[in-house]
């Protein structure tokens, strides 16, 4: 089973749309949690941190359920500059390493 | 956050050659990670690269294969030794961000090994 879990997609949605993204991860010791986004051939960037209290910025809310080890990520109104790779991610336990597991993804792709 | 650059941003090598990719940051930070993305693939970590002490690396990844210099704070260099063309991948260097947890990647390095 993988450490983190996600839907490879592609989503393929209309602009303005509500899109929304699932990941599960397999450490009940990881600590900390991410979403970052990956443009085709560009490094991952930050998007937001996860918090089980839920978090919003702007267009998007993450959400972290650690009892059913469950991460969502929800776009609203989305945008065509929103297709991208969705990497979710988690911290892997060991305190003091900072290292990070990537899931492998999802697409994102906005259509006009 | 950091500014974070590479070299080289791309190569092409031959089998049984090695590479020596370079990472620099605009600022000095403790804690350097070293990142592989195998096509169609996610990012798995290599080695953790702290100054002052050696690399530490994850399971599956050894000295041998990918050295790893960290001689001051603001730069790291990762070698893939005896390239093969299962090492044909994107290579990253990451640093730890000032918030819990998180990290910021350079633009990386695409390795082809015919």
């Known amino acids: 089973?993988?450490?983190?879990?996600?839907?490879?997609?592609?989503?393929?949605?209309?602009?303005?749309?509500?899109?929304?993204?699932?990941?599960?991860?397999?450490n009940s010791a990881s600590q900390s949690f991410f979403w970052y986004r990956q443009d085709c051939r560009k490094e991952p960037k930050l998007l937001?941190?996860?918090?089980?209290?839920?978090?919003?910025?702007?267009?998007?809310?993450?959400?972290?359920?650690?009892?059913?080890?469950?991460?969502?990520?929800l776009i609203r109104d989305s945008k065509l500059s929103d297709s991208a790779t969705y990497l979710c991610v988690v911290t892997r336990g060991d305190t003091g390493r900072r290292a990070l597991t990537f899931g492998s993804g999802t697409r994102l792709q906005v259509q006009p | 956050s950091a500014v974070i650059s590479q070299?080289?941003?791309?190569?092409?090598?031959?089998?049984?050659?090695s590479l020596t990719?370079?990472?620099?940051?605009?600022?000095?930070?403790?804690?350097?990670?070293?990142?592989?993305?195998?096509?169609?693939?996610s990012l798995t970590l290599i080695a953790?690269?702290?100054?002052?002490?050696?690399?530490?690396?994850?399971?599956?990844?050894?000295?041998?294969?990918?050295?790893?210099?960290?001689?001051?704070l603001t730069f790291s260099t990762l070698t893939v030794s005896n390239m093969s063309p299962e090492d044909s991948s994107?290579?990253?260097?990451?640093?730890?961000?000032?918030?819990?947890?998180?990290?910021?990647?350079?633009?990386?390095?695409?390795l082809t090994v015919l």
Do not use: H
């Not at chain 1, 839907?7 to 509500?18: I, L, R, S």
């Not at chain 2, 070299?7 to 050659?17: L, M, V």
């Not at chain 2, 994107?90 to 695409?110: E, N």
């Open chain 2, 90 to 110: 994107i290579y990253l260097c990451s640093v730890a961000g000032r918030a819990k947890d998180t990290q910021y990647f350079g633009p990386g390095t695409r």
């Open chain 1, 48 to 73: 937001m941190s996860v918090y089980s209290s839920g978090n919003e910025d702007g267009r998007f809310t993450a959400q972290l359920n650690r009892a059913s080890q469950y991460i969502s990520l």
């Open chain 2, 21 to 41: 990719i370079q990472c620099q940051v605009d600022s000095q930070v403790t804690m350097m990670f070293w990142y592989r993305q195998q096509p169609g693939q």
């Open chain 1, 1 to 26: 089973r993988k450490e983190v879990e996600q839907d490879p997609g592609p989503f393929n949605v209309p602009e303005g749309a509500t899109v929304a993204f699932n990941c599960t991860y397999s």
């Open chain 2, 7 to 17: 070299k080289p941003s791309r190569d092409i090598c031959q089998r049984g050659t």
């Open chain 2, 48 to 72: 953790t690269a702290n100054q002052g002490s050696e690399a530490t690396y994850e399971s599956g990844f050894v000295i041998d294969k990918f050295p790893i210099s960290r001689p001051n």
